[in-house]
């Protein structure tokens, strides 16, 4: 009966502070409320959102944690123990929710699973991420960018040149070279008849 008391106040006194006003780890919690609420165990049932946003590519990503009743009953001081402010994230209290969430520098991970072609150094270059992002340079290959058709070559300047692995763009340059030679085989051995 005393767990079902203590259960049942601290719910209450959770929602009245939850309705009352929406919390931010600004310290307004901290400076209206007092220190006190960071020992308070967590209520049953609240359910504990995280969620990131990645800078680069500006994609965000939100879960739920997992398994959220092993955090029944422990201080929230703990949760933002796991969760430090040092990492970058921040907390927001709501009705029935408590919300963590942070900035990532970079991609997010289906992003950064992503290539797409560019130049740098003056060579054709694998970049990290989706045609137009820019996460880094995955490898340079062996592909002189000034062998590029002007189309491709602007395209892979701009980050903009996606749908084609070096190897098929190896290929198509041979080809290019191979029908360019031949023209001028061919032209050549035309001027040569009398």
Known sequence: MALFMVTFSLTVITVFAYDFMVVKSDGAWANRYGKD?????IAPGVAITIEKTYR???????ENL??????????????????????GWRWELRPGQIRLFRSVDGLC?????????????????VIVGPPGLYGGIDRLTDL??????RPLYELAERGWLGGMTPEELSLLLDGMDESDGHK???STEGRRKP
């Open 144 to 149: 002189p960018a000034e062998r590029l058709p």
């Open 56 to 62: 680069l590519c500006g994609h965000q990503e939100i």
């Open 37 to 41: 609420m960071l020992h308070q165990p």
């Open 109 to 125: 991970p289906d992003d950064a699973a992503k290539r797409h072609l560019g130049i740098v150094g003056g060579v054709v270059a």
């Open 184 to 186: 001028e085989k061919d």
């Open 66 to 87: 997992e398994r959220p009743e092993d955090w029944t009953g422990r201080p929230f001081r703990e949760l933002l123990q796991r969760y430090p402010e040092s990492a």
